[in-house]
């Protein structure tokens, strides 16, 4: 669907892709988008409550409606996003939300939209990229209800949770697994030091970096993906030269290897989702660990920018005694 709205063209797109928790943010912060809504389409009564949609009772999928300006990005373009965040071969839902309200369906607006979707499906199924046929559905738009305002931009109000609920769907080993990273934009993104870090399994230089004498209160967060990592209540001066902290915020947040490298066995800490180097732990002689990890891989959040930052959640450790 096209508009004049003073002098500039929108156009809108409606994609159901599951939980629209996980369709938000992925359109969100492209340039170009003007506005992403949370909402209910496909079904057949008005105004359909999320209770009613999540259980079936109204025949509604949840969608994401996207506005967006054609001449900054194309709906092609948003094509080819929507396919990296579903899976398109699963009839019965996606990832954990199974039921005919998380089928992945492509609303068109026009003929326009109905061709340019159909042949992007076809594209996908010759890439080769899935072994199995694609069952996403390409259906005319019905009207489109918005969410309730809880649902509305969860990723940025909500980041802690939605970050656990991404995880814990399935949706994030998924794409993962068939939709790597092109990690040739962070060199843009992050200074060279935090780029040798975090992407090349890089150390920086002890008694020299940003936070290992840090003694604010906050949390510390993926430099890459804003994934929390730890806490300032569990940092310590080890003397090491590095930030070091006794556990992870919590412990899904990170991922061990053995690291075989320098001549020595150690094992080796990296973020699960950026799956950014962060540095290594260590046990001490007292069978505590003693995690010591670049300040180049973290940004630290302090604890009262905590809310407005998404990150309210881990308010809680600051109120602990």
Known sequence: MECENNQLTVETAIFAGGCFWCMVSPFDQKEGIIEVVSGYSGGSIENPTYSQVKTGQSGHMEVVKITFNPEIITYDQLLDIYWQQINPFDEGG?????????????????????????????????????????VTKILQSKPFYPAEEYHQNFYQKNAFRYALYQRSSGREAFLKKYWPRDRSK????????????????GTEQPFDNEYWQNDKEGIYVDIVSGEPLFSSKDQYDSGCGWPSFKKPVMSASVVENIDLSHRMTRTEIRSREADSHLGHVFEESNKS?????????????????????????????????
Request: hydrophobic fraction near 30%; charge should be positive.
């Open 186 to 201: 962070l060199k843009d993104a992050l200074t060279p030091m935090q780029y040798y870090v975090t992407q090349e399994n």
């Open 289 to 321: 660990k003693r995690y010591c990890i670049n300040s180049a891989a973290l940004r630290f959040i302090p604890k009262e920018c905590l809310e407005e930052e998404g990150y309210s959640d881990f308010l809680i450790l600051f109120r602990m005694k």
């Open 94 to 134: 996606q990832f954990s939300d199974r039921g005919s309200a998380y089928q992945s369906v492509i609303f068109y607006h026009n003929q326009q939209q109905k061709k340019k979707a159909e042949q992007s499906k076809i594209d996908l199924e010759e890439s080769g990229r899935f072994d199995r046929p694609i």
